[in-house]
């Protein structure tokens, strides 16, 4: 987003009226067919062919979405409601010619899919992503925007937004990329609230929930989400000057959302198909903590390879194994500093992640920096043509978070934190707002913790895809690494007898020659079925073993030999042999006494 405007300066004019206010209004007759009608009134329009657009990307998401897909009967007419000429130069542009000085627009919005990048319009919400839901003019990107919410008063629906409230149903935005970075729920949700004071001010931090459960689970997990507000200002020192002096959860747990996060200047959508009731007064919570450590880490300490924002095409950045991976890392952290979470359960959350990490080929390929440029391709991005990402790609949200691990562990060998380094940054450029590269985030970290250690990370970890002494980093806290060795592997992804998957670069099964698609027929002369599959088979064989293996493909026998090799993957467990030391260091890290 677009971060660079002064709030009280664009007030003033807007009070003053020497600031012309683009107007929208989006009512909900149709919420059962999922429509929504949008109109849209442009005052002073001074160019003779006036453009404008549906956007094709949303903030924090890093993919193409052409929203324009889900927009129809556009109309336009003049200030008098004459109608005008109108000319498609693009999938995503309506350009304007003919007008008196003034353009009014109307459409149908089509929405369907509630998360945190798209809209849905029905008889329980209208959950409204403004990219997804609103056209905008380029040459008015720097108007102020009102925009009346047509109510449906016969649902009990309500507005929950960080856009200011002007009166009634009636809000405000400074400009359009603040418009545009503020989320909506409107339904009949329930609202909890706190106040945190941070720099001689008061912050009101809420949480407008549209649910089906009960307040007293609702009261609950709001104590939940308050503890781990509260443990991430003290990673930083501060909270953020939010805007407007509030913060907004806009959370939707319905059985027909999809399960997202996503963060935004003043707020976050979190949904999930899970109920409160169904544990997630507590499963629910990685989200809150995720989207919460972004106002801070990528909303405000933020890249600039994402700054000014394109909504027009998509923004390409180097550093999401930070922005985001680093986020990642603090997600269950902080969940576990706020007791919320056993340090027991917490170690074990690494496994997945640690082993997904550093027994993929993808680091054959590519280093942090480089995964972090594939993000237009995977951040729910969609394509028709298969893809052999199982070998290529890993998500900059996995390695970076195993990449703030063994950061935060190694620093503290040298009486020193991931946190007190994320103050550093905080107060040089994220409180200044001031975006940062690459290079800024090495030279702070040698600032930091020294020319040779910070250096040594970047080049071996950041610039390369090198793998930290994690055996040694997890043993200063106590915690034990192991691989179980004796367990056969064989490098690809099998069910029953059929392989579903691409096989993984010079691993057992890619050597050997099998492929996504292939069916074991039989194994040393023994048929495979569908009781007696290959499946079953491996777990009775050892590393070392050779297999004679007969399979189809394309409708054709063939024949090939496999020696199994030696399960790569890890365990992570809190060693019971540590020493006082390690568990001392175990628990400043945790926080936990």
């Known amino acids: 987003m677009k971060r660079f405007f002064t709030l009280s300066l664009i007030v003033f004019f807007g009070v003053l009226g020497m600031a012309q206010t683009n107007s929208y209004r989006i009512s909900f007759e149709n919420a059962q067919h999922h429509e929504g009608q949008v109109e849209i009134s442009f005052p002073e329009v001074k160019a003779p062919i006036f453009s404008v657009r549906m956007p094709n990307s949303s903030p924090g998401r890093y993919a193409f979405h052409s929203f324009a897909k889900n927009v129809y009967g556009f109309k336009a007419t003049d200030g008098k409601g004459n109608p005008v000429t109108v000319f498609r130069p693009n999938p995503y542009q309506w350009d304007i010619s003919g007008h008196d000085g003034t353009v ?158 996503m963060e935004h200047r003043n707020s976050t959508i979190v949904t999930s198909k899970r109920s409160l009731a169904d544990g997630g007064i507590t499963r629910n919570l990685g989200t809150v903590s995720h989207e919460f450590f972004h106002a801070w880490n990528v909303e405000r300490l933020r890249p600039l390879s994402l700054e000014p924002f394109d909504f027009d095409h998509v923004d390409m950045s180097g550093e999401l194994w930070f922005a985001e991976g680093f986020t990642s890392y603090y997600t269950n952290l902080i969940i576990c500093r706020a007791g919320i979470m056993e340090p027991e359960e917490f170690v074990g959350t690494f496994d997945g992640t640690f082993n997904y990490v550093w027994n993929s080929n993808g680091r054959k390929f590519s280093n942090p920096i480089e995964m972090s440029y594939q993000a237009p391709f995977v951040d729910a991005a969609t394509s028709l043509d298969p893809q052999n990402r199982g070998n290529t790609f890993i998500s900059y949200y996995s390695y970076g978070a195993a990449l703030g691990l063994a950061l935060d562990l190694s620093l503290r060998e040298k009486n020193l934190n991931l946190d007190d380094f994320f103050k550093k940054l905080w107060g040089q450029y994220g409180k200044k707002e001031i975006p940062y590269t690459i290079e800024n985030l090495h030279h702070a970290l040698n600032a930091y913790a020294g020319n040779e250690f910070g250096t040594a990370f970047f080049e071996k970890y950041i610039y390369r895809s090198g793998m930290p002494d994690y055996k040694r980093l997890f043993a200063s806290v106590g915690i034990a690494l192991e691989q179980n060795s004796e367990r056969a592997y064989f490098g690809g992804y099998i069910e029953g007898n059929a392989i579903t998957d691409n096989t993984l670069i010079d691993r057992p099964a890619y050597n050997a020659g099998l492929a996504k698609g292939d069916r074991i027929l039989a194994v040393d002369g023994q048929p495979m079925d569908d009781e007696n599959t290959f499946e079953k088979l491996l777990g009775s064989k050892k590393p070392g073993d050779v297999l004679q293996l007969k399979f189809e493909r394309h409708g054709k026998t063939r024949e090939t030999q496999l020696e199994l090799g030696k399960n790569p993957t890890y365990s992570i467990s809190m060693d019971p042999d540590a020493t006082a030391a390690q568990i001392t260091h175990r628990k400043a890290w945790l926080g936990v006494e």
């Open 104 to 261: 009014n627009i109307s459409y149908t919005l089509f929405a369907n899919r509630a998360d945190g990048t798209y809209s849905q319009i029905d008889e329980t919400h209208a959950h409204l992503n403004m990219p997804a839901s609103f056209m905008y003019a380029p040459d008015h990107k720097e108007r102020p925007i009102e925009i009346e919410f047509d109510l449906r008063e016969d649902l009990g629906w309500k507005v929950a937004t960080q856009l200011k409230r002007q009166k009634g149903n009636t809000y405000w935005a400074p400009n359009f990329y603040y418009f545009m970075d503020s989320p909506t729920e409107i339904s009949n949700h329930s609202v909890r609230s706190f106040t945190l004071p941070s720099n001689g001010k008061d912050h009101e931090i809420r949480f407008a929930l549209h649910h089906e459960g009960t307040e007293t689970e609702f009261d609950q997990f709001f104590e939940n989400v308050k503890k781990i507000v509260i443990e991430q200002e003290k990673v930083f020192g501060e909270l953020p000057d939010f805007d407007f002096g509030s913060y907004t959860f806009l959370g939707c747990y319905m059985p027909h959302v999809n399960g997202d996060g």
